[in-house]
């Protein structure tokens, strides 16, 4: 696992997918304020890269889940990757929203899960695990079994690693907050100086300021 974790930071890192702003830090959708950002989705734009998640995301649900009778892309980043994950499985694919759809059938979950099937949930990013958990709450809700999670990023935050062990689903990641750190540190990509408001931020990103 360190030397994939390793490898595909180096990757995001080439691709500029890692962006640092401290003093014009991001907004997330939480609403907490970054000076990192992980742009994972552009790998969608490089086919070799495109295909490394693919393949390593699939090696990673057959190495470590039994049964898969299905899997989950959480909408809308993981669309993309759920899909293509699928098609090399050759198994059903189904997409959930966020919230149930505002007219026609009202799903929350496009396409079609059977009750009982054992479904693997693809994600590109886990910052809080919030959207990730309200995913898998739907697809149990469905009748279904979650039986991992596999996501392309992880910023590491405790409240996430918590919300997961409590909802009692297991998550892999091709690639981590400490590995990209780590890399981009010895490409030269961050100063040294940079680490340490990097620090400052991930032990409490709930409050902190970039002033």
Not at 120 to 135: C, F, N, Y
Not at 183 to 201: C, F, N
């Amino acid at each position: 696992m360190e030397k994939l974790e390793k490898l595909f930071a180096e990757k995001l890192l080439k691709i500029k997918a890692i962006k640092l702003q401290p003093s014009n830090p991001f907004t997330w959708a939480s609403g907490w304020k970054s000076p990192f950002y992980c742009d994972n989705r552009k790998t969608l734009s490089y086919p070799s890269l495109r295909n490394f998640v693919k393949i390593e995301t699939t090696r990673l649900i057959l190495e470590n889940f039994g049964q898969v009778d299905a899997i989950a892309g959480v909408a809308t980043g993981a669309i993309p990757q759920g899909a293509l994950v699928a098609d090399m499985l050759n198994l059903p694919f189904v997409y959930v929203r966020s919230t149930p759809k505002d007219h026609g059938l009202e799903n929350m979950i496009e396409g079609e899960l059977r009750p009982g099937m054992n479904v693997v949930v693809v994600e590109d990013l886990i910052s809080t695990g919030g959207s990730s958990l309200k995913a898998v709450e739907a697809i149990r809700r469905d009748g279904c079994e979650v039986i991992g999670l596999v996501a392309a990023f992880t910023y590491g935050f405790d409240i996430a690693e918590n919300a997961f062990g409590k909802a009692k689903v297991p998550l892999l990641t091709l690639t981590n907050y400490k590995a990209v750190i780590q890399e981009a540190l010895r490409s030269g990509y961050i100063k040294k100086e940079d680490v340490h408001l990097l620090d400052e931020w991930r032990e409490d990103p709930a409050n902190w300021d970039a002033e």
